[in-house]
């Protein structure tokens, strides 16, 4: 417990009743999480799997793992429940399925699978409307509002035509024996609410529960939080209402307000002191947040000194704002000796980047792009890897569906439902369903033959996968599905080339791979997953600047921040400025403040190039909000003119620096 504060020390030992602790940016939370865990463990009595901390994302729940490892022995660390919300609502389901009319092996559907699946329905294939209408039906799940429900809520055309397809979609997913990503937390609170005898087994063997990222949690994951804990009421919730920047995700801040209402003897503690950021950094945070509604007063203080100034840049347009930020970042990262993975860039919408990453390759400086979409991520990989786990399990369903349709080949949806329906009754994969007798009476024979023939298909290659060379087989593969027709006849020239191009190249690795280590094509697929996992775990030890949307960095630190396009209709979003969006966006500014540790620089334009012409820009209102005592501001109308002999002489000695530094 040495070198912990008192309210933390104060946290981790209060066990009387539900627990809020406020804790600010930095403030150390994590650590109070593990040390509370380990507490409960060594001095309280409580049996390590009776203890549960849920966090949001893999790299949290990792990260408190290892942290774990340290204080507990292995297999005290192994045997608590250390998992996001979706994993935790995973293993609920895989022991209660039955109870919800599942098999234990239920599939789950990624979002491109559930996208398939609504445009069958909703009879379209243009993206910007898929993309809507799941995220409408995600958010009434996430609000627990059912299909029947939806239909009354319904407010515009977008909703009306979500509310339609909201109902066929349950169905069909229900039919194949599928549960999308929101299931995994909706199907448990239903379950617990219609059995209470499960119910009172999972509270049972939960008995104290951690959450951390309280703020961002939706209706869902309240309900079955509340259901978890019972009466008993034993958990500790770790949040900060100043970095609920989820809303548009369907978070809930109110879940926060309802605490105190909800749970009459809580008790709040707030983490206040910050480790770090300088206090200069910390004040424009301060300052800025300020402006908000207050849930819980409190003030970020830190002790690690004054630090820099903070400073904003005007820049002329996006070109020179790209250009002055890299030059600006390489010259600080010369003075300081420092690295590159010091350095972040920040921004509020992806599209930001591309002038940014254009100077850092022209410059030769390495960065990594947080949030960008992996290899293995994109559809005509996913399309070859559904192949792949079919040959390797023929039991996995969204692969059979994804594999059985791309490319089309006679295969209906109606054929796929009926096979789901029947395979769901039967409790066995879709594969194994094709072969009955009994399915074969509930289908036209022009439905059953494509099907049957696919089947034998895959039976054929799977028998090659396992005992051949993978160099072999993958080409055949390719052939045979005739995968490159398909492309070119459903995307555009450029598209279709540039897609079958990333497929070569996959095809390509598989067949080094598969020479290299004398591996067949089964063995390398059970690899390509933890290949996938492995790149990520990686990047931290890349030295690299880190380039970022805000959302994707909260939760991190760097050494120095650059924070770009601080405009107005950016950072407020344009359309964010009704007064409950405007202070999410406050709290996206905030975030984005308190990622800094030693430096913080700012920019925006005077005028942005949108398509190809130029647009007026003016510097965001959370700029004013920043105060003005800690800040150096350069560039500007004023500053241009006279300023510009001096400017480009500066620019022309940095560059010459640069040069004489590089060997």
Not at 232 to 241: E, N
Not at 529 to 555: C, F, P, R, W
């Amino acid at each position: 417990m040495s070198g912990l504060n008192q309210p933390q020390r104060e946290a981790i030992h209060y066990l009387d009743g539900p627990l809020l602790v406020l804790a600010g940016a930095g403030s150390g939370k994590t650590r109070v999480i593990t040390q509370k865990i380990a507490y409960l463990v060594q001095d309280c009595g409580f049996q390590p799997r009776n203890i549960a901390a849920i966090t949001f994302t893999n790299k949290a729940a990792k990260e408190m793992q290892e942290r774990i490892g340290k204080l507990l022995s292995k297999q005290q660390a192994e045997e608590l429940q250390i998992s996001t919300f979706h994993s935790l609502g995973v293993r609920i389901l895989r022991e209660e399925a039955r109870a919800l009319g599942y098999k234990p092996r239920f599939s789950i559907f990624d979002s491109a699978d559930c996208a398939g699946i609504i445009g069958d329905i909703a009879k379209t294939v243009d993206k910007g409307t898929l993309r809507r209408l799941q995220s409408i039906i995600s958010n009434w799940k996430n609000a627990l509002v059912t299909p029947e429900a939806a239909r009354q809520l319904t407010t515009n055309e977008h909703e009306a035509l979500a509310a339609q397809a909201y109902l066929s979609y349950e169905a069909t997913l229900k039919a194949y024996q599928a549960m999308d990503f929101d299931d995994l937390i909706g199907l448990p609170v239903v379950l617990f609410q219609q059995h209470p005898e499960i119910r009172e087994k999972w509270q049972n063997r939960l008995r104290y529960l951690l959450v951390d990222e309280y703020q961002d949690t939706n209706a869902c994951q309240y309900q079955l939080l509340k259901l978890l804990t019972g009466v008993r009421a034993q958990f500790t919730a770790v949040g900060d209402d100043d970095q609920a920047i989820y809303g548009w995700r369907g978070a809930d801040i109110d879940n926060l307000k309802k605490l105190p209402a909800e749970f009459p003897s809580l008790k709040v503690i707030k983490l206040e002191q910050n480790y770090r950021s300088t206090v200069r950094i910390l004040k424009a945070a301060n300052n800025v947040i300020s402006h908000n509604e207050k849930l819980f007063d409190k003030k970020l203080w830190s002790d690690l000194g004054e630090g820099e100034q903070i400073s904003v840049s005007a820049c002329r347009d996006n070109e020179a704002e790209a250009e002055g930020v890299v030059m600006k970042l390489q010259a600080h990262r010369f003075e300081r000796r420092g690295k590159f993975k010091d350095y972040a860039i920040l921004y509020r919408s992806n599209h930001l980047a591309r002038l940014l990453e254009t100077q850092l390759r022209n410059h030769k400086i390495p960065y990594l792009l947080s949030g960008g979409q992996s290899f293995f991520d994109k559809a005509e990989i996913k399309d070859i890897i559904s192949y792949l786990r079919l040959l390797t399990n023929e039991d996995d369903d969204p692969a059979f569906i994804r594999a059985a349709t791309t490319p089309k080949r006679g295969i209906g949806a109606a054929t796929l439902q009926v096979l789901g329906t029947y395979a769901g009754e039967r409790h066995i994969s879709l594969f194994h369903a094709a072969f009955e007798e009994g399915f074969a009476h509930r289908v036209q024979p022009r439905q059953l033959e494509p099907l049957l023939e696919f089947c034998q298909f895959i039976n054929r290659l799977q028998h090659r996968a396992a005992n051949e060379p993978a160099q072999q087989v993958i080409p055949d593969l390719l052939k045979a599905i005739d995968y490159e027709t398909y492309l070119y006849d459903h995307e555009e020239e450029r598209t279709a080339q540039t897609r079958w191009g990333n497929v070569c190249e996959f095809s390509e690795w598989l067949k080094k791979r598969g020479e290299e280590d004398g591996k067949t094509l089964i063995d390398l697929t059970q690899s390509i997953a933890l290949i996938n996992m492995l790149d990520k775990q990686n990047d931290e030890d890349y030295d690299a600047v880190q380039l970022s949307t805000l959302h994707a960095a909260k939760g991190l630190e760097y050494r120095h921040v650059f924070l770009v396009g601080v405009e107005e209709g950016i950072l407020p979003h344009r359309e964010s400025l009704d007064p409950v969006k405007l202070q999410e966006e406050r709290r996206l500014m905030y975030v984005g403040i308190t990622r800094a540790q030693h430096s913080l620089h700012l920019s925006y334009c005077e005028r942005r190039k949108q398509a190809r012409e130029f647009m007026p820009a003016e510097p965001s209102r959370f700029i004013d909000e920043m105060g003005k005592e800690d800040i150096r501001f350069s560039g500007g109308k004023q500053a241009a003119e006279p300023d510009k002999a001096t400017g480009s002489a500066r620019l022309d000695a940095m560059k010459a620096m640069l040069a004489r530094n590089k060997g």
